[in-house]
């Protein structure tokens, strides 16, 4: 059986190799991304990530036999990425020859962010050598994104897991994450910015919008909520302060639309028998960024607490060890006893050596590293300066999208703006996740995405491509 396998896997890779670069980057990202929730994450003890992340670096190889010049590879926040990239090489490097941490232990605890960060300039030379190629990976995944759509509105319906992303308990409610709701969002960001400025659009594309919020607003996560009415309303202002081409201007007429897509959203929510939960979650919410008590008292208080205290606390550590380049690249199997001894914050470790510890009675054990606020990761990781370069990379990126917004093409303009809204929504869910840390290849493409944009086909490839409208999300009909 071990044989068969082993023939059937190298009979994949062989297919893999021989497909266009396009499907080969489509294919790689996918797999990076859990596969979409549509397989379990590990898969006969292999992290289904590695495997993408080989399929994303043999991607990477072909294309790299190609040669063409690459325009803007001086922009700010390319330049600051390069930076970055440089520099957790070399605390890669400090953990494994000062640290003395075990090699391959550093590698697995750097993959995702190294990686994950260097498939930005995968994904621009696929943009750079193939026409056609942004336009194709984005029709792509809004195809596979709206027919998974249902599948996770289906498990709300059925109160059952159908995919293999985050479906469990929270309080009185099941909270469902799936892993694809960035990518999801992204063209949401595209389809409301038509919408605000009477550009057409198709009805695939306003279903698209209303099963997408009802996932959000499913998620029953309080930052999720905040982070994305605070984006709704940078994209608002953008276009009110005119931002934009000088044909693109927010048009207020479509207010009533927008108002007809929220109360088709909150009857659903109402009929489905969770807009109760929906509000005090959001209520919440505001209480906290407010400063007053919380509906839900010490629950929600404890969880924003808590992370404060996570950051605090390794923020503290790093300053003491080594605030330059702080712990390095330490996998949590190296994290000395001394060292987990001083953790008051943190989440619990749940691998099944662990657990089996737990159910023999012994006391429970706080990670080092922690999902729940992705800045103190940063901070372990790569110490002040990798925050310093992180924080310059983001001020760049906004910099340059408000400096040259109106000199947007206008084929481009609404998914431009749409890659960069979700950078931000990525940058401020930091607070209580870890885009920038784990599944880093999610805003490396958004960030790519965006340099395309900004560049435009015309720019990049022939005379002939110049004037071609750009056409992401599929037309119906």
Request: charged share 10%; proline share 5%; hydrophobic share 55%.
């Given at each position: 059986?071990?044989?068969?396998?082993?023939?059937?896997?190298?009979?994949?890779?062989?297919?893999?190799?021989?497909?266009?670069?396009?499907?080969?980057?489509?294919?790689?990202?996918?797999?990076?991304?859990?596969?979409?929730?549509?397989?379990?994450?590990?898969i006969a003890g292999?992290?289904?990530?590695?495997?993408?992340?080989?399929?994303?670096?043999?991607?990477?190889?072909?294309?790299?036999?190609f040669h063409r010049k690459t325009p803007g590879s001086r922009v700010s926040y390319v330049v600051v990425l390069q930076l970055l990239v440089g520099w957790m090489g070399l605390c890669l490097l400090w953990s494994v020859l000062i640290y003395d941490y075990p090699a391959l232990n550093s590698v697995k605890a750097s993959r995702q962010m190294i990686l994950g960060v260097l498939s930005f300039f995968v994904f621009r030379k696929l943009f750079v050598l193939d026409d056609g190629a942004y336009e194709f990976l984005m029709k792509a995944l809004y195809l596979a994104t709206f027919g998974?759509?249902?599948?996770?509105?289906?498990?709300?319906?059925?109160?059952?897991?159908?995919?293999?992303?985050?479906?469990?308990?929270?309080?009185?409610?099941?909270?469902?994450?799936?892993?694809?709701?960035?990518?999801?969002l992204l063209f949401v960001w595209m389809i409301l910015s038509k919408v605000l400025?009477?550009?057409?659009?198709?009805?695939?594309?306003?279903?698209?919008?209303?099963m997408a919020i009802a996932i959000t607003v499913l998620t029953f996560t309080r930052g999720i909520y905040l982070v994305v009415l605070f984006v709704f309303g940078v994209m608002l202002v953008t276009l009110a302060i005119k931002k934009s081409p000088e044909s693109i201007r927010l048009n207020f007429?479509?207010?009533?639309?927008?108002?007809?897509?929220?109360l088709v959203g909150g009857a659903g929510l109402y009929f489905g028998g969770y807009a109760e939960k929906v509000i005090e979650r959001f209520t919440s919410a505001v209480e906290l960024v407010v400063g007053e008590k919380a509906a839900t008292k010490t629950k929600n208080e404890d969880t924003y607490t808590g992370r404060l205290g996570i950051a605090k606390e390794r923020f503290r550590l790093v300053l003491a060890h080594n605030p330059v380049v702080g712990y390095g690249f330490i996998h949590e199997d190296d994290?000395?006893?001394?060292?987990?001894?001083?953790?008051?914050?943190?989440s619990v470790i749940y691998t099944p050596e662990y657990v089996e510890r737990y159910k023999a009675?012994?006391?429970?054990?706080?990670?080092?590293?922690?999902?729940?606020?992705?800045?103190?990761?940063?901070?372990?990781?790569?110490?002040?300066?990798?925050?310093?370069?992180?924080?310059?990379?983001?001020?760049?990126?906004?910099?340059?999208?408000?400096?040259?917004?109106?000199?947007?093409?206008?084929?481009?303009?609404?998914?431009?703006?749409?890659?960069f809204l979700q950078i931000l929504v990525g940058l401020l869910l930091m607070v209580e996740s870890n885009t920038f840390v784990?599944?880093?290849?999610?805003?490396?493409?958004m960030l790519a995405g965006y340099w395309y944009c900004a560049k435009g086909q015309g720019a990049l490839h022939s005379a002939h491509t110049a004037t071609a409208p750009m056409d992401v999300i599929p037309a119906s009909g």
């Open positions: 059986m071990l044989y068969y396998a082993i023939a059937g896997g190298l009979l994949g890779l062989i297919g893999f190799c021989v497909l266009p670069p396009r499907i080969k980057v489509l294919i790689a990202f996918v797999v990076m991304t859990s596969c979409f929730d549509v397989t379990p994450r590990i292999i992290d289904v990530w590695d495997i993408g992340a080989l399929l994303l670096l043999i991607a990477w190889g072909q294309l790299a036999l998974l759509l249902p599948v996770c509105l289906t498990q709300f319906a059925l109160h059952q897991p159908i995919l293999f992303g985050l479906y469990r308990a929270y309080d009185d409610v099941t909270r469902s994450l799936p892993v694809f709701l960035p990518v999801v400025t009477a550009t057409r659009i198709s009805v695939h594309e306003l279903v698209y919008v209303g007429v479509v207010a009533p639309m927008m108002l007809i897509l929220f994290v000395p006893r001394s060292l987990r001894t001083k953790l008051k914050y943190g009675g012994y006391p429970y054990v706080l990670a080092f590293h922690s999902a729940d606020i992705g800045w103190a990761d940063i901070m372990i990781n790569t110490g002040c300066v990798g925050l310093a370069l992180w924080g310059l990379l983001f001020a760049a990126l906004i910099k340059n999208f408000y400096a040259t917004a109106r000199r947007t093409s206008t084929a481009y303009y609404h998914a431009r703006l749409a890659h784990s599944l880093v290849q999610i805003p490396a493409l």
